[in-house]
């Protein structure tokens, strides 16, 4: 999820040509990492966005009740776009962004689709091995020092629970989508005040919905898991299944084969120049 907006010129003219060169080039990059280096940065990944769920669940903790249903989603939406920001700005790599990048060179012929399964495979199993880290310390701090009560994660994961396999589906397209779109528009910003603002905006609908997003609800509906009553795996399994069909949907169909799609056909894409020429296997 690197971005290269720092290096551009402050007087340079960004469009939609720049921005699919610099994702094109970032997804590039990832897929031609090792997979211990990919393995240990969606690792990253998982656990710091994880700091989402908790941070949720101490405003529900913390709070002792919301004047209205409004005051209570723009707080938790606010909180948890705080963990989407320590990801995207920290560059570690999530499933839900490169479900939007890593099609981008698929559909332009630059890589297989065994390549992009490669990534999506290490970091999406990173990504919830860090969830799963993370929960174990939610239990070893949360309760003991009374910051996160298990009424709290009863509330978040049972917002995410008891629906239809489409409504989770359709919930979790949208969820893709906006992330696609975080990622899509943080290339767009040509310093890191632009992608702060750009990150903290549209992450932040994730959470007001809420939407179904597969990395950050799994720490949310474990620790239901865990913590609450009349939450089981078996309802994790789901939220899980339909979750990530959902977001590999609203990113890669919504941002990234769409955003492709009106590029190519504008006819220009001989101007742009793809790092990718420089790749040792061909």
Known sequence: MSSESDNEPSGATLDYRNILEREMESALKEIDRPAKGLFLSGFSAGLNLSFGALFMAMVLTFSGGFGSDLTKQVALAGISAIAFLFVVIGQTELFTAHTTMAILPLLDGRVSIGEVGRLWSVVYIANLFGCVAFVGLI?????????AEPSSFQSLASALLGLSWWVTFLSGVIAGWLMGMATWLSAASRDTIGRIVVVLLVTAMIGFGPF????????????GVI????????????????????????????VGLLNYGHIELAGERQDIEFVSESRPDE
């Not at 239990?139 to 910051?147: C, K, L, N, R, S």
């Open 139 to 147: 239990a070893a701090v949360g309760q003991p020092m009374g910051i």
């Open 212 to 223: 179904h997003h597969s990395i950050l609800g799994t720490t949310e509906v474990l620790s």
């Open 227 to 254: 913590f609450a009553d009349g939450i089981t795996i078996d309802q994790f399994g789901w939220f899980l299944l339909w979750t990530t069909l959902g977001n590999v949907v609203g990113g890669g169909v919504f």
